[in-house]
């Protein structure tokens, strides 16, 4: 039996992924591979390349890519490496370029890909050489989509649609006004976690720490009014009594509020007033990077009207997930215990993180009992 089959078990009986899954680079590269190397993951927000010619590098577990927005509005994505010698064509952030210039030898990409110029490759003041073809010699794409402002990249390009990724989670949230969410005018959250990145998610998808790690939180919805949410590509927690504040534009039912963690990076909160997004960067098997950007009904999502409105959201919530920073990093110190085994679940209050466990130790090849 491999070490992640019990992770598979009926939740009564499961342990947790084992100590060595958060600690050690080993396993780091299996996820690398195994997680974000198939399948859809969030790599940007596409409001950071908002005009033509922005150029965005962006790293995914070490990976080089280059999030590009092209002449005619839309987002690609190539790998971040010059087709000649493999020089990492772009370190910073760029705007109003037509082009990107290797600064090795002056190779030339447009912005979609394509390889224009190879100066003196045939010798000096021949600008093509015999046999060579700048047609084989483009930036290499990766699958890419966008839904709301987050950007989903499949490195490996054989998942299936990202329509087809996103469905159930739209299905679940078809009572919230996805559609008249607009990016809010309001600065990113940024947390550095000295934790793995699956602590985030899991710790995430649970309302069961509610009460002693959220105290403030716990009083305006409380741990009893949640449940939990599971699905094959998301699993979190709603709340039948968030109080939304009377503060910002609101659609329909003003009670309503559902947290998931969409695998494997993404966390997600549902109102009927805003919607947020934090994106989990892995950076190191025990260090995570968090940004996390706010959405607002059309009406006040840039309006000046709402502006403090707005502000008092974003301190709102950083508040709530900087609650969460120090008990994440002492999960990941307790995972460095040789007496970790994994732990356990309670059978009703951690179905949901117990269901991202299931995900991942899929993922990384567990088999289901027979
Ligand atoms: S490595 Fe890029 S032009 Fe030579
Ligand atoms: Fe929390």
Request: charged fraction near 25%; charge should be negative; aromatic fraction near 10%.
């Amino acid at each position: 039996m491999n070490e992640l089959a019990s992770v598979l078990w009926p939740i009564e009986a499961a342990s947790g992924l084992p100590g060595r899954y958060y600690t050690e680079s080993s396993a780091f590269d299996e996820e690398r591979q195994r997680i974000f190397g198939r399948g859809w993951f969030c790599l940007a927000f596409a409001s950071d390349i908002a005009a033509p010619g922005d150029l965005l590098p962006v790293e995914a577990m070490g990976t080089a890519l280059l999030l590009v927005r092209t002449a005619d509005g839309n987002i690609r994505c190539f790998h971040n490496v010059c087709r000649h010698r493999g020089v990492r064509l772009l370190e910073k952030p760029a705007r109003g370029m037509r082009a990107v210039r290797c600064p090795y030898h002056g190779w030339a990409y447009d912005l979609d890909g394509r390889l224009r110029a190879t100066p003196h490759i045939g010798g000096v003041g021949h600008h093509q050489a015999p046999g060579f073809r700048k047609s084989d010699r483009g930036l290499i794409p990766v699958r890419t989509g966008v839904w709301l402002d987050m950007v989903f990249v499949d490195l490996h390009g054989g998942a299936p649609g990202l329509a087809e990724w996103l469905a159930p989670l739209q299905r679940q949230w078809r009572d919230f006004p996805l559609a008249h969410y607009r990016p809010a005018d309001a600065e990113p959250i940024r947390f550095r976690l000295n934790a793995n990145w699956k602590l985030a998610v899991e710790n995430y998808c649970e309302a069961y720490h509610l009460p002693w790690v959220h105290s403030g939180l716990n009083r305006i919805s409380s741990l009893a009014d949640h449940y939990p949410i599971v699905d094959t590509a998301f699993s979190g927690q709603g709340s039948r009594h968030y109080a939304v504040r009377g503060e910002l534009p609101c659609a329909a039912d003003r009670t309503l509020a559902e947290y998931v963690a969409l695998y494997p990076n993404l966390l997600l909160g549902a109102h009927t007033d805003h919607f947020f997004a934090m994106r989990i960067d892995p950076a190191a098997p025990d260090l995570t990077v968090e940004e996390a950007r706010l959405w607002c009904l059309e009406e006040a999502a840039a309006d000046s009207a709402y502006a403090e409105a707005r502000s008092r959201l974003r301190a709102r919530w950083e508040e709530v997930f900087r609650e969460d920073v120090d008990i994440v990093e002492r999960m990941q110190r307790g995972r460095q215990s040789p007496a970790f085994d994994g732990g356990c679940f309670s059978p009703v209050m951690d179905t949901p993180s117990h269901a991202f466990h299931r995900w991942v130790a899929a993922r990384l090849g567990a088999e289901e009992p027979a």
